[in-house]
């Protein structure tokens, strides 16, 4: 399960708890969930101490890991900044190659650009594939914006004049003559 599906499901059962008749239910239910969010944070914190590399940073397994990375993030532990988040989600959702134009931190708005593949539908996926990265390596970028450029005409090379005329059976350089 995702840390956005986790969510997703603890602000439903909240939202139930504070619809009880007795008010105190919903408070009490908030409360368990700060108590049990502190609890994990410190243990995630002694976890990264535990586990760290030699330089204090943590193994990059964990923090390639979309689960892990999430609870980092939540917890406000991951080490890397929102520019290396990005990065680190585009490469695990297959984007690397797509470039950062921008990103807006106070509206969360990401603006990228990346190479058309020529398939409209390729685009829709590759969108979603990043949203689902971001959502649990970047989870402050709020909203994407994917610009599709056109792919860069190949480089033609244009010799100063025609080849030389290469005799009848002769071999053209680089080819071996046919039998």
Known sequence: MS???????VEAVLDRLAA???PGVGAAA??????????????LARVL????TADGTPPPELL???CVAGLLVLHGLHPEDAPARIARALRAAGA???????FDGTTGALRLSQEDG???GTADATRQRIEAALACHAPEVTGVALERTAAAAPLLQIGSGPP???????ARPGRTPAP
């Open 3 to 9: 840390a956005e599906e986790t969510a997703r499901r």
């Open 20 to 22: 009880h008749d007795d």
């Open 30 to 43: 908030e409360e368990l969930v700060r108590v049990l969010m502190d609890f994990y944070g410190t243990g």
């Open 49 to 52: 101490a535990l586990t760290g």
């Open 64 to 66: 390639d890991d979309e």
């Open 96 to 102: 690397g190659d797509a470039v950062v134009e921008g």
């Open 118 to 120: 020529g398939c409209p």
């Open 164 to 170: 030389e005329p290469v005799p009848a059976g002769a």
